[in-house]
């Protein structure tokens, strides 16, 4: 198996296992990726928890100011944040034992994943949940 074959093995594990996803950088805005992903997620069933601070609900459901605000066990960290601001991110998807880490796509920061996956988290950077979901449904893998 080559790398490319291994990080789409990780993502198809992630996408039929792993089905509460925290949202960081979720935007009320319709049209803007941080949006549009979690409104597709959210409508092929998978449980969305935004986390923005600058607002109360998003998709019909309670937005967060922070990770570690969340009680509930959070499977996937979905981030639409800076990637300078992804090691705080990871460190908080530690503390609260979420399970991935995942940053969108053009988001890339090595420093963040060797602090997840030496946590024991799984990772993916510079991918995007919509559109490998989308592409493993195609594909009649989900």
Known sequence: MNDEEEKEALMLNILRNYHV??????SREEGKPSHDVPAYLQSVGYRIIPVNPF???????KAYKS????????????????????????????????????????IFNDEAGKYAVDHG??????RCM?????????????
């Open 121 to 126: 988290l799984l990772f993916v950077q510079n």
């Open 67 to 106: 990770l570690t605000d969340i009680k509930e066990q959070v499977d996937v960290v979905d981030v639409f944040r800076p990637a300078r601001e992804a090691l705080d991110i990871a460190k908080q998807a530690v503390e609260i034992k979420a399970k991935v880490l995942w940053l969108q796509e053009g």
């Open 55 to 61: 607002a109360d609900t998003i998709l019909g459901e």
């Open 21 to 26: 996803i925290a949202v960081v950088g979720c």
């Open 130 to 142: 919509m559109k490998m979901h989308y592409k493993f449904q195609v594909e009649g893998k989900l």
